[in-house]
């Protein structure tokens, strides 16, 4: 389905952008799907749209069949990348889990704003993004998915949720699509 609109009250989630992730190898360049996501960033606070910085800090206990290797993390691992260029506007979120609304107070910050509607972006795109997607759409929110500034750590992966589980979750354009209607739409 083709991108159609941006709600009025539409808040931008950016999941995961953050040093220790960014590093690692993705199936796009980390760099670009950054440069994305800070237009984005630009755009919704040019607007007075919320923007949410989502970035781990743990991980969710349970055993798994796949052991976490994390490997040797940076102290600076957890630190939001400067190309998103924080600011006191903005909404910092730190999650333990995949989704950026498990414990977190999102979704009442957001319903507390009167928004309706998210746009979510980040890494990894079948983990973080594509979690937090699912529960912005079971908290009853409008869901658009901006696909140039997403990547995963899999191709493979990446396509999946690309092709099968985003168009069930809501609507996917690119940067340029959505700041193009951020423009058109009326406050």
């Known amino acids: 389905m083709a991108l159609t609109t941006v709600d009025p009250h539409t808040a931008l989630i950016l999941v995961d952008l953050q040093k220790g992730i960014v590093s690692r190898p993705t199936a796009h360049p980390a760099g670009e799907v950054v440069k994305q996501a800070a237009a984005l960033a630009e755009a ?23 052991p976490r290797n994390l490997g040797d993390l940076p102290p600076d691992w957890a630190e939001l990348v400067t190309e998103l260029k924080q600011q006191l506007s903005d909404h910092l979120v730190t999650k333990r889990t995949w989704g950026a609304f498990t414990n977190t107070g999102l979704d009442d910050l957001l319903k507390r704003l009167g928004v309706t509607s998210v746009v979510v972006a980040g890494v990894a795109t079948s983990i973080g993004v594509e979690s937090t997607a699912r529960q912005a759409y079971e908290h009853g929110f409008n869901v658009t998915l901006a696909t140039d500034a997403m990547t995963d750590m899999s191709r493979e992966a990446h396509d999946n949720s690309i092709a099968r589980i985003f168009p069930k979750l809501g609507e996917t354009g690119t940067t340029q699509e959505i700041i193009a209607l951020l423009g058109r739409t009326p406050t």
């Open 44 to 66: 919704f606070r040019a607007h007075d749209l919320p923007v949410v910085l989502a970035h781990v800090a743990g991980i969710a206990p349970g055993r798994t069949e796949q």
